[in-house]
């Protein structure tokens, strides 16, 4: 049985390996030489990918590949995306080679707010914690000033502080909510500080007030943390056409829009469906989000709240036909950075921002919201045309064919079989078979 380890953060790279590979992989040495592959020849780069986080022992690659042909604003891009599932690039290049002579995808930022709490347990008379707050507002902001002098400096900053109460959801809950402008900084690390700050402040004053000293009841910080959730930093994303224009196959540009609003609708109805709906989305996003450093459990957590808004989990897209024009549109809330973190650090982000032509955090706002809303597109074209499996499993078969150290000549026989038969894990490792026999 393993054993705890002490001082692991402090042993060299070397040290830990050596013990992960006595401890738990019977000194292995495919395993270190698996790691050992993994790590980059260049030993500053390395290093540079070691000190990104604690305890690393390797690299994790995940392939760096691009969706071209996006008319966005009337702008030609090509989106980087980092994801491993394999028919994520193809269904957003598709849509956007769809959307290219159908006036491509136009994008709007709505709001830029976002926002941090203070959360406080009063449990003395409201009327007082309200007063007190009334007083004490202006020294909470001043007590910032060093904090945000440079991001003031470029036009942003703390905007505004409330005290919310929360008694009837949590007894004795209080919060200052903060709301900010961070221009193109994610601004994580800035809003916190300056959470901590008014923290400080707010319990340094609450401790000389006379209704609170006379009383023996005095507020109390719990926590200060931004929100990932930032309903008030928004974007849209839309296509639009003529139904006519929108012909499948042999099915009819109306009938395709039909049946494409009412998946969109079934979507917004059922959360079963919703959630499965919403991936989708975020496999567009997620990828984007990667591709430029930015954190993407952020962005998944604040854009599923907003899909629970109203009380019920709901689709993030809506579609509709007036008069014979079919609209397709997306509307999500998203807290980006284009400086600061890894977007500054990892080589690749910066191939990423230089591919889509150093966006700022607002552009690149609208192009994560279009990954999205092309991702979107994509599958729900598939669902109500020829079903997402024959397009999905096509993707797929690479995969399986790698799986079993299928040979170039093996993959292309195998490629053109499946051409026309179904694509499945037995079926493929069948045929493999065959052709080795």
């Known amino acids: 049985m393993a054993k705890p380890v002490t001082g692991f953060s402090k042993k060299t790279k070397a040290e830990k390996i050596d013990w992960l590979t006595k401890t738990y992989l019977n000194n292995n040495s495919e395993a270190l030489q698996t790691l050992q592959q993994y790590w980059n020849e260049d030993q500053k780069l390395q290093k540079l990918h070691d000190d990104f986080i604690e305890n690393t022992v390797t690299n994790y690659y995940l392939p760096f590949g691009v969706a071209p042909n996006f008319l966005i604003n009337g702008k030609l891009f090509t989106l980087p995306m980092v994801i491993e599932e394999s ?47 009334a007083e004490v507002k202006p020294k909470l902001i001043e007590s910032v000033s060093t904090i945000q002098k440079n991001m003031k400096k470029r036009g942003g900053g703390l905007l505004d502080i409330e005290l919310i109460s929360k008694n009837e959801t949590l007894n004795g809950y209080f919060q200052l909510h903060c709301t900010f402008e961070t221009l193109d900084a994610m601004g994580a690390n800035f809003i916190n500080s300056c959470l901590e700050q008014v923290a400080k402040t707010f319990e340094a004053e609450a401790d000389s007030y006379k209704p609170f000293i006379t009383t023996n009841t005095f507020p109390e910080v719990v926590m200060s943390i931004l929100s990932n959730y930032v309903p008030e930093c928004l974007v849209k994303a839309e296509v639009s056409c003529n139904t006519t224009e929108l012909a499948q196959n042999d099915i009819s540009g ?22 499965t709906h ?35 989990y709901t689709s993030l897209t809506d579609a509709k036909i007036e008069d014979d024009v079919f609209t397709f549109s997306i509307k999500i809330p998203l807290a980006l950075g284009t400086v600061g973190g890894l977007t500054s650090l990892h ?8 591919l889509l032509q150093k966006p700022n955090a607002k552009e690149l706002m609208e192009l994560v919201a279009v990954a999205g809303l092309a991702q979107n597109f994509a599958l729900i074209r598939s669902l109500v045309t020829t079903g997402i499996q024959k397009g999905h499993m096509k993707m797929h078969l690479m995969n399986i064919l790698n799986q079993v150290d ?11 079989h499946f051409n026309d038969n179904t ?15």
Do not use: C
């Open 423 to 437: 694509v499945s894990h037995s079926a493929v490792i069948a045929y493999v078979k065959q052709l080795r026999s």
């Open 406 to 416: 299928a040979s170039e000549t093996e993959k292309k026989i195998a490629v053109a």
């Open 254 to 275: 109306e009938d395709f829009a039909n049946k494409f609003v009412r998946a969109i609708h079934i979507a917004q109805a059922e959360p079963r469906r919703a959630v």
């Open 347 to 354: 080589p690749l982000t910066k191939f990423a921002f230089d």
């Open 87 to 133: 028919s994520v690039v193809a269904a957003a290049s598709n849509a956007a080679k769809f959307w290219l002579d159908r006036g491509g995808f136009k994008a709007q930022v709505l709001s830029t707010q976002k926002n941090g709490q203070v959360h406080l347990d009063y449990f003395g008379k409201e009327q007082d914690i309200i007063s007190f707050f």
């Open 278 to 312: 919403n991936k989708g989305i975020m496999n567009g996003i997620d990828a984007l989000i990667l591709a430029t450093g930015n954190d993407f459990r952020a962005v998944e957590a604040g854009v599923h709240a907003y899909a629970s808004k109203d009380g019920k």
